[in-house]
């Protein structure tokens, strides 16, 4: 709609008024990425894949092939000749995703797997406090029973204590997955999560095309070139007219 000039269209979609509408001239989005992150992505990709295909791709062709719509950030970007309008567009631009059906197919399907998991690790949890109780009862029972002699089997306390070592372990690594689980569940509240705001007022374009002070200069070279060729043209059709006076007049 921007590049058609639609402003009564893009008014609408935006909900801004058309005159401020017809200051735009573009709006896109791309994708934001760094090293880390397409790291990664990269690592993401490669656990769901078999080991025969995992010898077949390396880190160089996953990024050659790279899909910017699986980055996780995307940053959008609004060419206008109105410094504060970006601002009013914002509003627009993210309920226009909010209420887009696919990602709020996507955003519950994602927080009907983030409470699966989530109950599966607490009841791996209460399995392992009843783990625990259990070696602790056996240990008490095996420690009241009457001593045969000066034997002392050491194996098997050796081996409970192992068992109970490991279980305290696998507790730790679950509460870690919760901490992890509760900060994804914080990152994905939203079906879009702002991290930084349009200005209140836009910046100017950067770069030396994009600058007024060597575009003015380039259009008035461009209008004194077009005046000279006009002014050498004038000459040349008056000289051709002239001549071709003279020549009838001498027929």
Known sequence: MAKAKDSVALATALNITEHEAMTINEIFADSYSDE????????????ELDTTTIKTIDFENYLKNFNSLDARFHQISVISTDNRVAKKMQPAIINSI????????????????????????????????????????????E??????GTSINMADNGQSQ??????????????????????ERANKSS???????????????KGILKSYKVKLPLIFLVLVFGL???????????????????FQSES
Not at 228 to 246: F, G, M, Q
């Open 191 to 205: 079906i879009v999560n702002v991290i930084s705001d349009f200005p209140t007022r836009g910046v100017e374009q």
């Open 98 to 141: 909010s209420v887009n059906g696919y990602f709020k197919l996507q955003k519950r399907i994602n927080d009907e797997n983030l409470n699966l998991q989530d109950s599966i690790y607490r009841q791996q949890l209460i399995e392992i406090d009843s783990l625990q109780s259990l070696y602790r009862t056996v240990l008490v029972k």
């Open 36 to 47: 880390n992150q397409k790291i990664k992505l990269f690592d993401q990709f490669i656990k």
């Open 162 to 183: 192992s068992r109970e070592l490991a279980l305290v372990q696998e507790r730790d690594v679950l509460k870690e997955k919760l901490v992890e689980l509760n900060e």
């Open 143 to 148: 420690a009241e029973k009457p001593m045969q």
């Open 228 to 246: 000279l060729t006009l002014i050498e043209v004038n000459k040349y059709l008056k000289s051709y007219n002239k001549n071709k006076r003279a």
